[in-house]
């Protein structure tokens, strides 16, 4: 598999380490993107005149590409909104706080439920519905927000999507690529996906625990209180909270008996959505339409009983409300994603397809090279594999480069009993990291839920993720 490599290709990786770099000194990148996406339109185009309007052009196809997660976080901020102001979110989540009564009860509980949810219908749509209800239990019982976003994280976009036993996107496109089974696949994966999952969540757990325990404030519940974050970060990292800063809830009276009402009937809408999910087999974003509908319909029922004759003008005013959370939140994000989405499909669709032939993106392309550089033999293929699945994952999608992931193992593999085990270790690498643990943008449904910075909750993920990575590749060079 001979890849030609050409400017562009050095160009990227060079902004790439770059951006790396500015990020790990916790500066703000977006003028780095922007001379990025600038740089390569340029060469892309050589005139100047395109690599001005490819700017812009980067920032709308990043924005279409993002939308329907910027919605479904507006909608959830909205619907929580009008049910912090009525009440009606504290009488929802009283039965719930029997069950949690601990930190370390939250995280575990709201890790493993997120998992479940997440086999089943894919973490975007998860996220929305584990954050909604278990949130302000775990904040309640002194998980801090970056907790409770860390534990949906691993075991939602890490360990349940990395794994994909039940919907079985991930194991099928790598599978096919490598020319083995499904099963076989997904077979060899349950120790890496075990192992991984067990060490980046106990590390993480660890380390969150050493931070509680030195009473930090960046562990004040901003989300729900609607205190300002003290979580350090640049002003253009920092996310708003669920209410805004230093201004204290507005109570909307609410009879006892309707708050105890909504309180019951909320649960059993969104318990119907997961039915229709799983009897519909809806997935995704079809998944996600589903309960940004339910939250709509909460909304406008809630605001309406609450509000009577306002219900209309507060109805537009608590989507107003979401909206302006939802695009601020993603402000500081579109141009970083507009650029690494140039690294997979958006670069031919902007600039005309400026690759050389047999070209699968720049990033999958730079994923080959790296391959070709390093001996045929299971050791070090396991090694290449990893490093090769984290760099496909590097555009924020995860599953874009698995099946050149696949292709690759297939390559590596010195018997048929080790292909397996190199095609699953290149997916957990490229979903761990792709998927949603490790790049901002892939991090905001659950960054924004629980209202902390992407930024800095993928920081917080690093050493865990790193860390997992490393003990799996590990695990995965004794089984070949």
Known sequence: MNIQLTALHYVYLAYIVLIIAVMIRRRDTTIICVAGIMTIGLLATETLSGSVAGIFSSFIYATKELLSTI??????????????????????????????????????????????????????????LVGAVLLPVAVRVGLPPIGAAIAMNLFGHGIALSGDYIIQGAPKLTADAAGIPVTSVMTASIPLVIVMGTVSTLTAF??????????????????????RSMEPSSSSE???????????????????RLQQAFALLIPLLFAVDVILMFVLKLQG???TAL?????????????????RHAGPEETTNYLIEGFQFGFKVFGPVIPIAAFFYLGDAAITELFINPLPEGSHGIVNDLGVALAGLVPLNDTVGAITMTVTGAVTGMDGSGFSGISLV????????????????????????????GGGTLIPWALIPAAAICGVSPFELARRNLKPVLLGLTVTTIVAIFLI
Not at 78 to 101: D, K, Q
Not at 238 to 256: D, E, G, I, K
């Open 406 to 433: 696949g292709s690759i193992a297939s390559m590596f593999a010195g018997s048929a009993d080790s292909a397996p085990v190199l095609t699953a270790l290149g997916q957990v690498a490229a979903i761990w990291v």
């Open 291 to 307: 309960i940004g509908g339910t939250a709509v319909v909460i909304l406008i029922a809630v605001t309406l009983a609450a509000h």
């Open 71 to 128: 919605f479904i976080i507006s909608i959830i901020v909205a619907m929580s909104r009008v049910l912090i102001r009525t009440g009606i979110n504290e009488v929802m989540v009283t039965p719930v706080t029997r069950f949690i009564r601990s930190p370390q009860v939250a995280y575990w509980g709201i890790g493993l439920i997120m998992m479940v949810v997440s086999l089943f219908f894919w973490p975007s749509p998860a996220v929305a």
């Open 206 to 227: 660890w380390m969150l625990r050493k931070e509680m325990k030195s009473d930090s404030p960046v562990h004040s519940p901003d989300s729900i209180s609607g205190t």
């Open 238 to 256: 920092a996310v708003p909270t669920t209410l805004p800063a230093n201004q204290p809830v507005q109570r909307q009276v609410m009879s006892p």
């Open 285 to 287: 974003g079809d998944a």
